[in-house]
T-cell receptor
Framework: AQKVTQAQTEISVVEKEDVTLDCVYE???????LFWYKQPPSGELVFLIR??????QNEISGRYSWNFQKSTSSFNFTITASQVVDSAVYFC?????????FGAGTRLTVKP | NAGVTQTPKFQVLKTGQSMTLQCAQD?????MSWYRQDPGMGLRLIHY???????DQGEVPNGYNVSRSTTEDFPLRLLSAAPSQTSVYFC?????????????FGPGTRLLVL
């Protein structure tokens, strides 16, 4: 069955701390894509990254980095030196032959 | 490009009323979908369409109808609104249904059913 689990419902950090958001997925397909989206307080969904099942290279984009490990079915997202503007709900999602499934989201609050 | 647009932004309905949530995209995307977002549940797929004239059900289709007469538009109809349909509704589109295609989302419609 297709499933995405974000076990951390809410995380609160102080500005400049590093924070990792966990994402664990389940799928029977060998070909699939994983995504992260950000939902700031304004409510829109902003695409952050896409990763395919055959590419386990970690990716870094500025203060953001993603760690994809097929062995543990995880696709974790780390924000380095967090800032107040990073406060948002972050969704991990899986897209395979059964369409797209989202995790419940992690609400990140970065305090000044 | 305007991307994905949704109207209205906010709507209040009474139980039993019907309404249509509008969604349009100007990216010539074949794939369009509707999700609802409820607290603690992420986004759940209601209906989707892989092209004009083709629609199918998602995870939570009951109480909703869709049609796709053009590539650009994908309206979502609530035939008889219920309080359980209070939610935030997002429309999304991608070039096609393939795994690798990123879905881009509209700004959402917040619906309150009394």
């Amino acid at each position: 069955a297709q499933k995405v689990t974000q076990a951390q419902t809410e995380i609160s950090v102080v500005e400049k701390e590093d924070v990792t958001l966990d994402c664990v997925y389940e799928t029977r397909d060998t070909t699939y894509y994983l995504f992260w989206y950000k939902q700031p307080p304004s409510g829109e969904l902003v695409f952050l990254i896409r990763r395919n099942s055959f590419d386990e290279q970690n990716e870094i984009s500025g203060r953001y980095s993603w760690n994809f490990q097929k062995s543990t079915s995880s696709f974790n997202f780390t924000i380095t030196a967090s800032q107040v503007v990073d406060s948002a709900v972050y969704f991990c999602a899986l897209r395979d032959n059964n369409d797209m499934r989202f995790g419940a989201g992690t609400r990140l609050t970065v305090k000044p | 490009n305007a991307g994905v647009t949704q109207t209205p932004k906010f709507q209040v309905l009474k139980t039993g009323q019907s309404m249509t949530l509008q969604c349009a995209q100007d990216m010539n995307h074949e794939y369009m979908s509707w999700y609802r977002q409820d607290p603690g549940m992420g986004l759940r797929l209601i209906h989707y369409s892989v092209g004009a004239g083709i629609t199918d059900q998602g995870e939570v289709p009951n109480g909703y109808n869709v049609s796709r007469s053009t590539t650009e538009d994908f309206p979502l109809r609530l035939l008889s609104a219920a309080p359980s349909q209070t939610s935030v509704y997002f429309c999304a589109s991608s070039r096609d249904r393939l795994y690798q295609e990123t879905q881009y989302f509209g700004p959402g419609t917040r619906l309150l059913v009394l």
